[in-house]
């Protein structure tokens, strides 16, 4: 079966005792047991619920892998791939990444004595340099966030797999519609559910995804044990979001591509990152991995942080807010929003300026949106 027929099938059968053709939302912590040690296959929620099984399935299923697991948000997901480790251990990660990945790196798993070396993600070489006889994983975002930076998965992966390192990719700006990395190469995907694959700002969750029955046996019992699973009506949101993943991912590409075009000859913008533009240094790459390039953007506004706070104040449909991959347009501020957990020299070591903002691109009618655009720059 192709991927839209999947997303609204796989995982999802009628239920078996009413016929209802949408999974319902077992909300329920705990499972009559027939006898002791004899089970219909759920003891208790936090182990496994009906309603998230149907959620990993599916996901599972349109990554084109053999297993999933469905966590209570992005970074818990993210968690449990660094918990794959121990004390000792060494990670290569892409410079450009999100924020928060960023804070648990230094901030939680350093003081458990795991290192990080961040590797230039527009130097291939840079990522060999910076692994070690202890590395473990190697850990990429792509495209990444916030500059939609490219990393050629399976560049990365032939380094990966030849030094016997882990490969893991946070895939949550493509999302499995227009990206499959296992596919490419990698070992681990990693999804915030809460963005595109959910797709309307009201839940929060995150995901796991891979073929590696070892690697999913260990995941797995992480779930169980430290706890950070999604609630079954979480899980029914998401699996309701999945059913238009596809038609929302087209509406926010072509949203996306129309207006990076329109944004990069302004003249009040001093550079556009979209991997869409033939002008961007990683259409080709792109291009290669991709089926699509999603509906983020980010541009540097000429001038100082006062115009930029200008420029935002007076958007009406774009919306000021964390987050991303909603049908709605958001616009933020990665300096003092989702990277602000970063030192600023670090942040401007690594390409995110104060005059930096990022745009997720909602499926309004394109023609709004850029004219809440242009209203805006008349005032910067």
Known sequence: ???????????????????????????????QQEAIGKHKGYEYSRTGNPTRQALEVVLASLEEAKFGLAFASGVAATTAVFSLLKKGDHIVAGDDMYGGTYRILEKVF???GLSTSYADVDNFG????????NTKLIWIETP???????????????ISHRRNIL?????????PYFQKPLLCGADIVVHSTTKYIAGHSDIVGGAVVLNDQKLYNELKYYQNAAGAVPGPWDCWLVLRGLKTLPIRMKAHQ??????ARYLSKHPKVERVYYPGLKSSKNYS???KQMLGFSGMLSLELKGSFEKVEKFIAHLKLFLLAESLGGVESLISYPAKMTHVSMPREER????????LVRISVGIENKYDLRKDLESAFTFV
């Open 1 to 31: 079966m192709r991927f839209e027929t999947r997303a609204i099938h796989d995982g999802q059968q009628p239920d078996a005792l009413t016929g209802a053709v949408i999974v319902p939302v077992y909300q329920t912590s705990t499972f």
């Open 110 to 112: 350093k003081k458990w």
């Open 126 to 133: 840079s990522f060999e340099k910076a692994i070690r006889k």
């Open 144 to 158: 990444t966030n916030p500059l939609l930076k490219i990393v050629d998965i399976q560049k990365i992966s032939k």
């Open 167 to 175: 490969l893991a990719v946070d895939n949550t700006f493509a999302s």
């Open 254 to 259: 072509e949203n996306a591509l129309y207006l």
């Open 285 to 287: 790459v792109a291009r």
């Open 348 to 355: 401007l070591k690594r390409g995110i300026t104060d005059n």
